[in-house]
């Protein structure tokens, strides 16, 4: 088929052409913007699950959806970077000033944003801003103290518009203590004070332990999503819908092929799809093409989705990663790994610095994205 018309959207946070099996969490979200208007504030929205499921993709999604019905909304994608501490703050000042700006001129209130915005320029959130304190002196009570601040006096603007501030926070198992507990503190105070404010956060599946660990009543502050693959009809759908959009139709044995390589997993359907593009000499798509499609498409998969994990870890980190795969399970006892004991500690916390595996829960390790153990296994061990 026409390479130039591939309708399909392998990678990070791309809009897929049609997003798929997510209607419960959209009617959710549609629901806090209906019932904004009406005045009445719930709970913000935490997304979990592995990478690739498309939590960016539906996070950007909720947000566009936001901004349609003029909320002022504010994104920032958490970074555990050791180059440079405090970029996520930096992130939520420029974030608010740049929704504010948007938000103040789309609803012409320029003249009441300004008292906000001195309060985000002034804040110790802003690196290089032209904050009174010395650097020295911020503290996580000033985090807390200016998010507080911030959100109180831009809820008066807000409600008076029927509309909401909202922050969208990805990678949030990434932020900073004093950045996840000055959101989590802000949003309980929001919810007794009738504040229209949200934390609507995305990360991995154990974004809600890492919350409820920052503050054990974030566990009743929020209402959790589980993202995981999609059913059946709505990864048949993932592939069909972006083919007919430009003329491309499946036989019903190449489309259960590729449907059931995918698992369900919103990535695997785009990189499965996009490689059927690749290989169809025409349409509709057979099932010599689909066998194809998914050598092509997996060959593609383990040049870019795996390694780009795989490839960050150490060789020693990469045997600890082998004695996970090699178990079979899905979340194996770190006790149970053929790995001594006293190098597992350190090799753990690096890989999981690494976002290559997380903990579901005490004692178990898992990886971060599906498949990765089959793919550990299709790799040469040249570490040795
Ligand atoms: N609901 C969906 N239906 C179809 N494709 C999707 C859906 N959600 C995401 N995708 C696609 O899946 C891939 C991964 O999405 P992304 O949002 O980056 O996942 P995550 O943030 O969970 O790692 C992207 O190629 C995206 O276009
Ligand atoms: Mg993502």
């Known amino acids: 088929m026409d390479p130039a018309l591939n309708p399909y959207t392998p990678g990070s946070g791309r809009r897929p052409h049609s997003l798929q099996g997510r209607d419960r969490e959209i009617e959710a979200f549609d629901l806090l913007v209906a019932r904004a208007k009406a005045r009445r504030y719930d709970r913000g929205m935490i997304l979990s699950g592995l990478r690739g499921v498309g939590k960016t993709a539906l996070l950007n999604h909720l947000r566009a959806h936001a901004e349609h019905h003029g909320w002022f909304t504010v994104r920032l994608e958490a970074q555990n970077s050791e180059s440079g501490a405090r970029v996520n703050h930096k992130q939520l000042a420029t974030g608010l ?53 911030i959100v109180e006096a831009a809820s008066e603007m807000v409600r008076s518009k029927g509309v909401a501030l909202a922050v969208f926070v990805d990678e949030m198992q990434d932020l900073e203590a004093d950045l996840t507990a000055a959101l989590i503190v802000t949003q309980h105070r929001a919810s007794q004070e009738g504040w229209p404010f949200y934390v609507i956060g995305a990360g991995l599946p154990n974004l809600p332990a890492f919350l409820a660990d920052s503050r054990s009543y974030a566990e009743r502050l929020f209402l959790y999503c589980k993202i995981g693959p999609l059913d ?43 490689a059927m593009w690749e290989v169809a000499a025409g349409t509709p798509f057979q099932l010599e093409d689909a066998d194809l499609a998914i050598e092509a498409g997996t060959a593609l998969l383990d040049r870019g989705f795996f390694p780009s994990r795989w490839d960050r870890a150490t060789p020693a980190e990469r045997k600890y990663l082998r004695a996970i795969a090699a178990t079979g399970e899905t979340a194996p006892k770190t006790s149970s790994l053929s790995i001594a004991q006293t190098t597992a500690g350190p090799l753990r ?18 990886f971060t994205v599906p498949g990765m153990a089959t793919f550990i296994a299709r790799q040469i061990d040249t570490d040795e």
């Open 232 to 274: 059946d009809a709505a990864a048949r759908q993932a592939l069909v819908d972006p083919a007919e959009s430009v003329g491309g139709r499946y036989s019903p044995e190449a489309l259960g092929k590729l449907v059931a390589a995918a698992e369900g997993y919103p990535y695997f359907l785009q990189e499965f799809g996009s």
């Open 349 to 366: 916390a690096a890989a999981i610095r690494k976002g290559i595996v997380y903990s579901p829960e005490h004692g178990r390790i898992s």
């Open 97 to 149: 000033r740049h929704g504010l700006r948007k938000f103040s001129t789309k609803h012409a209130l320029k003249q009441a944003a300004e008292g906000v915005m001195g309060l985000i320029e002034g804040s110790s959130l802003s690196v290089a801003g032209v904050s009174v304190r010395a650097p020295a002196s911020r503290s996580a009570e000033d985090t807390l103290f200016d998010v507080e601040e």
